[in-house]
């Protein structure tokens, strides 16, 4: 492969996909351009405000600041791939239902620093909610609804039922 | 400006012994990436020069945190997760842990490196402040072989260090006989999260039968680099901690740090919250003595 062009492979949202790219694209534009996996949003393109946070290897990070090549043979979860079946994810719901989105452009972000969360700490105090979500910015919302969302994913997600185990 | 990813070389060779290989055939051409947290942002912007860049992420011979008992190694591949992470770090190098955790955010945690850190050398880098007070060594490595400086000489100037061209930096050593040191870090920035330092000051120090014992301050933002205030120290080097002393060491504090206005804080804010954060540590050495 030349060092400016190449084949690199990962799989999205469960999915294998090889795509012929200069190794210095950003993911965040990889996912978007490419692949039109738009839910993933571009606020500060610098790692500031979250807006392009995903999931990679079981990690949050800004797809701003990564390289496709540091990708190659990732497993990445952005936005798109959270619902199941045509069917909101807990959190997308109680996003809805506690006015926690308001233009949307943080709100991609967010949900995936608020999975992040909770596959870690499937009950997070508000300090832990808090620092889960300070690397993602909203300027419309306000945070208090957002946190208020999460607490009410993580308290609908009963230890007992088989959701909470497949969260864990 | 949007960089073009099109006029940059990006490779992975994926081991140690290959990007050594690569930095030994042109030294000099090759810009080592690792978690991406700082050339990305120059990228985004543009204004990111090395027209060749190599990969560090995901060697494995980079990412490892192992103890001796007498010290412990941090890999340069080494997030600050997997620090945060380790239950070695909090138990015996808390102000590394404590840098950790107020690095950036979650996302950036997970992928900048202590290498990344280092190596960038801002004069705000978060984890220099506590490496420089716990007489960290750093060992670098080339295909000529590996060596082991101070941490406190790494630093050259604003963003130059004393590595050569073909070396690539391979952990950072750091000892374990400060765990009977009264130990400090606070950061003053504008937020919790994603705030760069204003300034940010770390101390060890033994304090017995009523004086300093031993004492090691370190300094984000307060000069051109991370660096120790030798001077300063030595203000209180065998003196009682007492409003004399707190005065003069101020006083050598204020002399010896040299910052700047920039656009995140002035030179005077710097000094004189620098200045409050050396008279906290002193305050609580006299409130508590060693004992930790």
């Known amino acids: 492969m030349s060092h400016r062009h190449g084949t690199i492979r990962f799989r999205v949202n469960g999915e294998s996909r090889a795509i012929d790219v200069a190794p210095m694209k950003r993911l965040l534009d990889v996912l978007r351009e490419d692949l039109h996996l738009t839910g993933t949003k571009e606020g500060c393109g610098e790692g500031e405000c979250g807006s392009c946070s995903v999931r990679m290897n079981g990690e949050l990070v800004n797809s701003c600041l990564v390289p496709v090549l540091q990708a190659e043979g990732a497993d990445i979860q952005t936005v798109e791939g959270l619902c199941e079946g045509g069917a909101l994810h807990p959190l997308q719901q109680a996003f809805l239902d506690c006015g926690g989105a308001q233009c949307g452009i943080c709100t991609p972000g967010m949900l995936m620093a608020a999975t992040q969360l909770l596959s870690i700490n499937p009950h997070p105090g508000m300090a832990e909610i808090r620092e889960g979500l300070a690397g993602n910015l909203c300027r419309c919302t306000g945070f208090k609804r957002i946190f208020d969302s999460v607490i009410a994913a993580a308290a609908n997600d009963q230890p007992s039922t088989p959701q909470a185990a497949h969260a864990r | ?292």
């Open chain 2, 1 to 292: 400006m949007r960089g073009n990813p099109g006029a940059h070389e990006l490779i992975a060779p994926g081991s140690l012994a290959a990007v050594l290989e690569l930095l030994a055939s042109a030294p000099g051409e090759w810009t080592p990436i690792a978690g991406g947290t700082e050339l990305m942002v120059a990228h985004a912007a543009g204004r990111l020069a090395p027209a060749k860049l190599v990969s560090l992420w995901g060697i494995p011979e980079l990412r490892f945190i192992n103890s001796t008992g007498e010290s412990i190694a941090i890999g340069a591949g080494t997030t600050f997760r997997d620090l945060r992470a380790h239950t070695g770090i909090a138990a015996h190098l808390p102000l590394v842990a404590k840098a950790s955790s107020w690095i950036g955010s979650i996302a950036n945690q997970g992928r900048a490196t202590v290498g990344g850190n280092l190596v960038n050398g801002s004069p705000a880098a978060d984890s220099s402040p506590a490496l420089l007070v716990y007489d960290a060594e750093i060992e670098l490595v080339s295909v000529r072989g590996s060596r082991r400086i101070p941490y406190a000489d790494f630093h050259t100037g604003y963003k130059s260090n004393a590595m050569t061209a073909d070396e690539l930096l391979f952990a950072a050593h750091i000892p374990l006989r400060f765990a009977v040191h009264r130990q400090y870090l606070r950061k003053v920035g504008t937020r919790r999260a994603m705030a760069i330092s204003k300034v940010a000051l770390a101390a060890t120090a033994l304090f017995e039968a009523g004086v300093v014992k031993e004492i090691r301050l370190a300094a984000a933002s307060l000069a051109a680099f991370p660096a120790r205030l030798y001077r300063t120290e030595a203000a209180l080097l065998g003196r009682p901690i007492d409003a004399e002393t707190i005065d003069s060491a101020r006083e050598a504090m204020s002399a010896e740090a040299k910052p700047i206005d920039d656009i995140r804080s002035t030179a005077e804010y710097r000094r004189r919250v620098g200045c409050n954060l050396l008279e906290e540590f002193l305050r609580e050495l006299l409130a508590e003595g060693s004992d930790r």
